[in-house]
């Protein structure tokens, strides 16, 4: 019987499997940009994946989504 090793000493290639990429990938930000604010709220997970899931076939962020939709409600009141 083959012994199978968990360990692994960081030396092995990965031979997990790769995952496909669609699309751009674009860099975690470490903080807010110059003159942005970093905010965070909690909202139904429903919603969350709907803004998700619109913004990847926007191509766009959901940040850009909440930017639009925060300016034209403000431009409303």
């Known amino acids: ?3 199978i090793d968990f ?3 960081g030396k092995e290639p990965s ?4 995952g496909k990429r669609i ?3 674009r860099q975690r930000a470490t ?3 110059e003159n942005h604010r970093r905010l965070t709220a909690d909202i139904p997970a429903d919603l969350h994946k709907r803004l998700k899931m619109q ?5 766009c962020t959901v940040t850009d ?3 639009e ?3 034209a409600w403000l431009a409303n009141r």
């Open 31 to 33: 903080g807010p940009r």
């Open 1 to 3: 019987m083959k012994q």
């Open 15 to 18: 031979t997990a499997p790769q």
């Open 23 to 25: 699309g751009k990938r």
């Open 69 to 71: 939709a925060s300016r």
């Open 7 to 9: 360990v692994s000493t």
């Open 55 to 59: 913004a990847l076939m926007e191509e």
């Open 65 to 67: 989504i909440i930017i």
